[in-house]
């Protein structure tokens, strides 16, 4: 109980402070200068790794779950908000302080739904999200952020309306926490509806081919930081639903994994073709992630194929999905530092982070991009040289929790 309240303070408090920044009155600039510091106590959190089934992912109650899935995740997630808050504060532009307080309640629906213990918590923090990323997306004018922002809107709403619909089915088949839904879904009759929805709701998250249309466009209308976020760790939720709901490493399903990763190739390849051919540098940036999410998705659907490589497939998808947040949230942001920066005497900088977290995201070799790529090639699919053993077995089936 005393760990819940602790957990539960350090993910409210960002999204009190967001209300205090939204409220009227009090100098509101520099509690906008402190937002950064709100989120502290959640990457403190994440790195005391306190919490049910801390280090394991094995336990039974307890707001949140901190494994070996969510606490790199949470800990991207909090460096990337707290330097998008950094950024919009010295951007000086009309509408920072509300664009701080969004991004504020963004970043707690953000870490709420990646370390969510059950299946209603998760539905929570993806609500949060949603609304958060939907009025941001709201905040600029014009004809193309209007369109934007309906895009966004219809299919966030789709997404959670699969959500919701996938929860209630869990929880119905008796899969309140998420450690038990793979299994509780793999013997349900339930199975398929969950399945379909489930890669409904966070397809549409993790901007998966043919699902991905509103990051790109979203990223070019709404506020560099935004788009930051947006591409480094928003995007994310959906791999971790993916992970969290799907029956992994429980049951075979060949035929779901198999069109998954289809799905995930495809769009890892076609979103080289807009994404180069765009003048938009962050219309450019946006079907950049949606090719890397493609490749993670690759690593989701062989997983759900060969339930052996359920948990080396997980951990591979964390791997490069923390070394693409931490790049491509560098390189977004970068832009926005270029701007400001880039006529100056921090010129030579700017321009070698920007080159450097440019080379990590292509791969280049010695870099994070090279290890992540090799982390998710590993993972093999050929089939073992002896049947394993019925202890093997149950072990394999219960690893990727």
């Avoid at 946006?286 to 951990?315: D, H, K, N, W």
Wanted: with cysteine.
């Amino acid at each position: 109980m005393t760990t819940d309240v602790i957990w539960l303070g350090a993910l409210v408090l960002p999204a009190s402070l967001a209300a205090v920044l939204l409220a009227r009155g009090g100098d509101r600039r520099r509690t906008a200068a402190a937002a950064p510091f709100a989120l502290l106590p959640l990457a403190a959190l994440a790195v005391l790794g306190t919490g049910a089934g801390a280090g394991t992912g094995s336990g039974t109650g307890g707001l949140v779950l901190v494994d070996a899935l969510s606490r790199p995740l949470v800990l991207v997630a909090t460096v990337l908000y707290a330097a998008a808050l950094v950024v919009t504060a010295r951007s000086g532009a009309p509408g920072a302080l509300r664009l701080t307080a969004l991004l504020l309640l963004c970043g707690s629906g953000n870490a709420l739904a990646l370390l969510a213990a059950d299946v209603r918590t998760l539905v929570a923090g993806c609500l949060v999200t949603t609304v958060a990323v939907a009025l941001m997306a709201r905040l600029p004018a014009g004809g193309p952020a209007r369109s934007a922002a309906r895009l966004h809107l219809a299919l966030a709403v789709t997404s959670d309306a699969a959500l919701v619909a996938a929860a209630v089915l869990v929880v119905g088949a008796g899969g309140v926490r998420l450690a038990d839904v793979p299994a509780v879904v793999a013997t349900s009759p339930v199975l398929v509806p969950v399945v379909a929805l489930t890669l409904v709701a966070f397809g549409i998250r993790a901007a998966t081919f043919p699902l991905h249309g509103w990051l790109p466009l979203v990223e070019s209308t709404v506020a560099i930081p935004v788009g930051a976020v947006l591409s480094g760790t928003v995007v994310k939720v959906g791999l971790v639903g993916l992970l969290r709901m799907l029956p992994l490493g429980e049951t075979a399903l060949p035929g779901w994994g198999t069109a998954l990763v289809v799905v995930g190739l495809a769009g890892g390849l076609l979103a080289v073709v807009p994404g180069v051919l765009n003048d938009d540098a962050e219309v450019s940036l946006g079907y950049s992630t949606v090719g890397q999410m493609g490749f993670i998705t690759v690593l989701v659907g062989v997983a759900l194929a060969i339930p052996e490589l359920a948990r080396a497939c997980a951990l591979s998808a964390v791997v490069y999905a923390v070394h693409h947040g931490m790049a491509k949230g560098g390189v977004v942001l970068s832009v926005q530092i270029w701007q400001r920066h880039g006529g100056g005497r921090l010129r030579p900088l700017v321009l070698a982070g920007a080159a450097v977290l440019a080379l990590a995201v292509v791969g280049a070799p010695f870099g994070s991009g090279a290890v992540a790529k090799y982390a998710a090639s590993a993972p093999s699919p050929t089939a073992p040289s002896r049947p394993p053993s019925p202890s093997r077995c149950r072990s394999s089936r219960r690893s990727p929790r």
